[in-house]
């Protein structure tokens, strides 16, 4: 009976020496490997997701710079262009200004010459105007 308990014992512990080798390449080995694995992409998908905020972090930033340049640019054309306007204004208001100049001092010469023609005219008419009034001051 020792004989078979100890046969019983050691076919037992052989058995079970020989589940845990045959467990351990068909069950434990993959999925130890699948797990490795696993970590593995998880680990490189997490790399991969830091890089593309940093990444995002740098195109963000740009956008910002463009943004900002953009908005520098159109400040500078807006001050060009309104200079611009002024200067075109302020040449058609002083062209105006001396067209006026121009049209007024002309004015002032056509009406020093009529002044002058109707003197001149007034003087060659006194004769008249004296002997018409000295006819009127004889009938009275």
Known sequence: MLDMDLTLLLSTVVLFLVLLVVLNKILYKPLLDF????????KKDLESAVKNAEDVGVYHEEANQIILDAKNKASASRIELLASAKADANKKLEAKRDKLEAEYNEFIKTLESER???????KSQMPLFREAIKAKLGKI
């Open 35 to 42: 797990i490795d694995n696993r970590n593995d992409l998880v």
């Open 116 to 122: 002058v023609e109707l003197k001149n005219a007034l």
